[in-house]
């Protein structure tokens, strides 16, 4: 076993029509306004950016992030990634009643030389982590849209 791989599967359940989801989760440059872990997002050109992210144990991953696929009308999003993480993330929504299903899967191996040397005794903290990261993304995003369906912006993206 490589103890640097990681595979992420997180499902989301959100009380907003895909089409609207989707809207938001493709501007990638917005996620620090509503995903706290997520710090800084640097676009490089229009499908590449340099994104930094920290949750609760004290260190910042840095990634490139290259948009590998981006199909509205399948409702999905991938990206591929280089630098601290290395390997793909990628978003598919589906429609449950009139809110959405959010799949977020991810398989990276890391490269940040601390994590690598950690790897063994720091997996159970840094799956954790991880775990972490993605409950404050899924607050920040319900949070997002409930706001926008209180303006009446429910259908704007």
Known sequence: MDWCWYDFRDVWRLDAPPEVVYGVLERAEEYPRWWPQIRRVEPIDDQTGTVHFRSFLPYDLVVTAQEARRDRAARVLEIAM?????????????????????????????????????????????????????????????????????????NGV
């Open 82 to 154: 280089t630098g601290d993480l290395e390997g793909w993330a990628r978003w598919t929504l589906g429609s449950v009643g009139a809110g959405t299903r959010a799949l977020f899967e991810q398989q990276v191996i890391v490269r940040k030389p601390l994590m690598r040397r950690l790897a063994v005794p720091g997996r159970p903290f840094f799956r954790a982590n991880h775990a972490l990261m993605m409950r404050g993304g899924r607050r920040g995003l319900r949070t997002l849209l409930a706001e926008r369906a209180d303006r009446g912006q429910g």
